[in-house]
């Protein structure tokens, strides 16, 4: 399909009759108006809403225009944590012609650009726009009156109900119990008969195993696609999961161990995000808790000067190729694989890479000191040569 070219400005006061015109109209079309509607009150209403939000600094509202012509409305908030899709309202002329989805696709990568989530709230009985966000990759997040509120970040994007289904390898890979033995054991005596807490929990790979040890595990995640499999192991009274973005929920509770594995700390885009995630996990800890990462060292003497990329893997079928963006320590791993033929599947992950020095630092900004470095779960000192750490920090007793 290809898009209609449209024009977004800003509405002014001349066009809020139009403003209650085209959303009388798309409500009407989708069959949400409800019988008894007083249209004259309503669109009274709606029109000095409209005027008090063109005035309004926190909120844009906006024309969508098609070939100089008024075809839709277009709300938005934008905050220092998030981008908000308050309403898009196209005249049923102007629907189908994808413009509903190039308008959403640009503000999530406006989103992505900022390292911030795109919100929005949608009404539980519009299924059609529900089934678009849905596709768009936005995920359930709460619940607000007769509406669910829906998140984008990148993250949903990327552990989506694929990727969610073919996360666990029972047995092998990072699911080997040489792997989760040594994991479980090191978790178990930090939690010390305390309460645990994994910060993105995914879908219980370590969660799980600990649990059943007998220590009392809850969750925070983004992905209601790896929460899902999670609950087909695990049910909400064995392992409470919140949903939402780690540096920011707040899980019931408090808990003397509070854990994020697995290199989950870089899929925070920007150092604000990462800081805020460690004041987040000091937040949930009792005096003296411990919070532990686990996380690669950045592979930067692999990257002679001027080259942007290192080939990671190169084995038939798959082919892994970090690209690096060393001023904003942005590192993009691309995964090809392919068969036989010449067509190739690219899955792609970003990252914040983290030097353990800077580590440090955001643990010390949260109010953490550093009780230990390994170089794996087992207790092998960490040395230059370590190729990833787990670090455990530690809140003051008092
Ligand atoms: C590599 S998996 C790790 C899952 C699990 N901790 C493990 O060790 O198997 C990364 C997980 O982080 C979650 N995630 C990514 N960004 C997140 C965020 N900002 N807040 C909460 N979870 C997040 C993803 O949805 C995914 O489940």
Same mark, same amino acid.
Not at 192 to 221: C, F, H, K, M, Q
């Given at each position: 399909?290809?898009? %209609?070219?449209?024009r977004i ?5 001349d066009?809020v009759a139009?403003?209650?015109d085209?959303t009388l109209t ?10 008894d509607l007083?249209?004259?009150d309503w669109?009274?209403?709606f029109e000095? *809403?409209s005027?008090?939000?063109i005035d309004?600094? @926190?909120?844009?509202?906006?024309v969508?225009?098609?070939d100089?012509r008024r075809?839709?409305?277009l ?7 998030s981008?908000?899709?308050?309403g898009?309202q196209l005249?049923p002329d ?5 413009i ?5 696709a640009?503000?999530q990568s406006?989103? %992505?650009t900022r390292g911030?989530?795109l919100?929005l ?5 519009n299924p059609?726009?529900r089934?678009?966000?849905?596709? &768009?990759g936005?995920?359930?997040t709460?619940?607000d009156?007769?509406?669910?509120v ?6 949903? +994007?990327l552990?989506n ?6 996360y666990?390898t ?6 080997a119990?040489d792997v989760l033995?040594?994991t479980?054991?090191?978790?178990a005596g930090?939690?010390?008969? /305390?309460?645990?807490l ?7 790979? $370590?969660?799980?195993? &600990?649990?059943?040890? /007998?220590?009392?595990v809850?969750?925070?995640e983004?992905?209601t696609?790896?929460l899902?499999?999670?609950r ?9 999961v ?5 540096? $920011?929920v707040?899980a019931a509770?408090e808990f003397?161990?509070v ?6 700390i ?6 604000e995000? +990462? ?6 996990a ?13 996380l ?6 692999r990257?002679?000067?001027? @080259?942007?990329?290192?080939v /990671? ?14 001023l ?7 995964h ?5 033929g010449? +067509?190739?599947?690219?899955g792609r !992950?970003?990252?914040r890479?983290? *030097?353990?020095a800077?580590?440090?630092?955001? %643990?010390?900004?949260?109010g953490f !000191?550093?009780?230990?470095?390994h170089a794996d779960?087992?207790?092998?000192p960490f040395?230059?040569?370590s ?10 007793t !008092?």
């Amino acid at each position: 399909m290809t898009t %209609a070219s449209y024009r977004i400005r800003p509405a002014g006061p001349d066009d809020v009759a139009f403003l209650a015109d085209v959303t009388l109209t798309a409500t009407r079309a989708q069959g949400r108006l409800p019988a008894d509607l007083d249209e004259a009150d309503w669109r009274g209403g709606f029109e000095e *809403w409209s005027r008090e939000s063109i005035d309004d600094p @926190t909120t844009d509202l906006n024309v969508i225009e098609l070939d100089g012509r008024r075809v839709g409305r277009l709300r938005i908030s934008r905050t220092p944590g998030s981008v908000e899709l308050n309403g898009i309202q196209l005249h049923p002329d102007a629907q189908n012609r994808g413009i509903g989805t190039a308008i959403i696709a640009e503000l999530q990568s406006e989103a %992505a650009t900022r390292g911030v989530p795109l919100e929005l709230h949608v009404e539980r009985d519009n299924p059609n726009a529900r089934r678009l966000y849905d596709r &768009l990759g936005f995920a359930k997040t709460g619940e607000d009156g007769a509406e669910d509120v829906m998140q984008w970040t990148e993250g949903t +994007q990327l552990w989506n109900a694929e990727v969610a289904r073919r996360y666990d390898t029972p047995g092998t890979g990072m699911f080997a119990p040489d792997v989760l033995g040594p994991t479980v054991d090191r978790l178990a005596g930090l939690a010390d008969g /305390g309460r645990a807490l994994e910060l993105a929990i995914g879908t219980g790979r $370590v969660a799980v195993p &600990l649990s059943e040890r /007998g220590v009392p595990v809850s969750g925070i995640e983004l992905s209601t696609a790896m929460l899902a499999e999670l609950r087909t192991k695990a049910d909400e009274a064995a392992i409470p999961v919140v949903l939402g973005d780690m540096s $920011v929920v707040r899980a019931a509770g408090e808990f003397s161990l509070v854990y994020l594995v697995f290199n989950t700390i870089a899929n925070l885009l920007t150092q604000e995000q +990462q800081v805020a995630c460690f004041r987040n996990a000091a937040r949930h800890l009792s005096p003296g808790g411990h919070f532990v990462i686990e996380l690669w060292v950045p592979e930067l003497r692999r990257l002679p000067p001027g @080259t942007p990329a290192t080939v /990671g893997v190169a084995e038939p079928g798959y082919i892994l190729l970090d690209t690096y963006d060393v001023l904003n320590q942005h590192v993009v791993s691309h995964h090809f694989h392919f068969g036989e033929g010449s +067509q190739a599947e690219l899955g792609r !992950t970003p990252h914040r890479y983290i *030097w353990p020095a800077e580590l440090d630092l955001m %643990a010390q900004l949260a109010g953490f !000191t550093l009780e230990s470095r390994h170089a794996d779960w087992t207790g092998t000192p960490f040395t230059a040569d370590s190729p990833s750490h787990i670090s455990v920090y530690r809140l003051p007793t !008092t």
